[in-house]
C-alpha cells in the first residue's frame, strides 16, 4: 500500500514516543547502528540518558523506527541551551513526517522551558534532506566547520541554530 497521497503529501502517520532510559537504551544503540555511519562512544549515550524528556525513541505502532537523542548545556551568559546530537529514522519510513513529529516534540519542550534559550546541531555539509527539515522549524546556518568529521565523507558540517525568542521574552531580553 503506498504510504504517498496523489498530491505527494505523506497521510497522518501513528507515531508515538517513548523517552529513553537504561531499560530500552539497547533500541537507540541499535538504531544508531543502523543509521549512522558512525559508532558512538558512551558518552554519548550518558549524555542522552542526562537529557531525560529530550531524548526520545519513535515508534509507528510498536515498532521502533527512530530517535532523537539530545545534550543539554551550559550556555554563556546564563541558562542553558540543548544540542540535538542526532535525529535518525529508519529508511524505510523516511518522508513520512516521523523526524517532523520529534523535532517538533523537543522544540515544543524546550520553548515549556524558561532557561533553555537555545537549540543547535551540525549536520553534514551533504546532507540536503537535513538541512531542509531543519530551515523548515527555522533553523539557521551560522556557519561551516571543515574537517568537523573525522570518519566520513564529506567532513565538513554546517553549525544551524534556533534561538527560543519566548524564552528570551520571559528574562526580559528582546
Same mark, same amino acid.
Do not use: W
Given at each position: 500500500?503506498?504510504?504517498?497521497?496523489?498530491?505527494?503529501?505523506?497521510?497522518?502517520?501513528?507515531?508515538?514516543?517513548?523517552?529513553?532510559?537504561? +531499560? =530500552?537504551?539497547?533500541? @537507540?544503540?541499535?538504531?544508531?547502528?543502523? #543509521? $549512522?555511519? %558512525?559508532?558512538?562512544?558512551?558518552?554519548?549515550?550518558?549524555?542522552?540518558?542526562?537529557?531525560?524528556?529530550?531524548?526520545?525513541?519513535?515508534?509507528?505502532?510498536?515498532?521502533?523506527?527512530?530517535?532523537?537523542?539530545?545534550?543539554?548545556?551550559?550556555?554563556?551568559?546564563?541558562?542553558?541551551?540543548?544540542?540535538?546530537?542526532?535525529?535518525?529514522?529508519?529508511?524505510?519510513?523516511?518522508?513520512?513526517?516521523?523526524?517532523?513529529?520529534?523535532? +517538533? =516534540?523537543?522544540?515544543? @519542550?524546550?520553548?515549556?522551558?524558561?532557561? #533553555? $534559550?537555545? %537549540?543547535?546541531?551540525?549536520?553534514?555539509?551533504?546532507?540536503?534532506?537535513?538541512?531542509?527539515?531543519?530551515?523548515?522549524?527555522?533553523?539557521?546556518?551560522?556557519?561551516?566547520?571543515?574537517?568537523?568529521?573525522?570518519?566520513?565523507?564529506?567532513?565538513?558540517?554546517?553549525?544551524?541554530?534556533?534561538?527560543?525568542?519566548?524564552?528570551?521574552?520571559?528574562?526580559?531580553?528582546?
Amino acid at each position: 500500500m503506498d504510504r504517498v497521497g496523489k498530491v505527494g503529501r505523506a497521510y497522518e502517520v501513528p507515531v508515538t514516543f517513548d523517552n529513553v532510559r537504561d +531499560k =530500552n537504551l539497547m533500541q @537507540l544503540k541499535k538504531l544508531n547502528t543502523a #543509521i $549512522f555511519p %558512525v559508532k558512538y562512544k558512551d558518552r554519548y549515550y550518558s549524555d542522552a540518558l542526562a537529557s531525560g524528556d529530550f531524548t526520545k525513541l519513535a515508534y509507528y505502532g510498536d515498532i521502533c523506527v527512530g530517535s532523537i537523542a539530545c545534550r543539554l548545556e551550559k550556555r554563556e551568559g546564563g541558562g542553558m541551551k540543548l544540542y540535538i546530537m542526532t535525529l535518525g529514522i529508519l529508511a524505510p519510513y523516511r518522508r513520512l513526517g516521523i523526524g517532523s513529529k520529534l523535532l +517538533k =516534540n523537543t522544540l515544543d @519542550l524546550c520553548q515549556q522551558d524558561p532557561n #533553555i $534559550f537555545e %537549540v543547535f546541531l551540525h549536520v553534514q555539509t551533504n546532507n540536503e534532506e537535513a538541512i531542509a527539515l531543519y530551515r523548515k522549524f527555522d533553523f539557521e546556518i551560522k556557519e561551516k566547520i571543515e574537517n568537523y568529521y573525522t570518519d566520513i565523507e564529506p567532513p565538513d558540517c554546517y553549525l544551524l541554530s534556533k534561538t527560543l525568542l519566548s524564552s528570551m521574552k520571559g528574562k526580559g531580553i528582546s
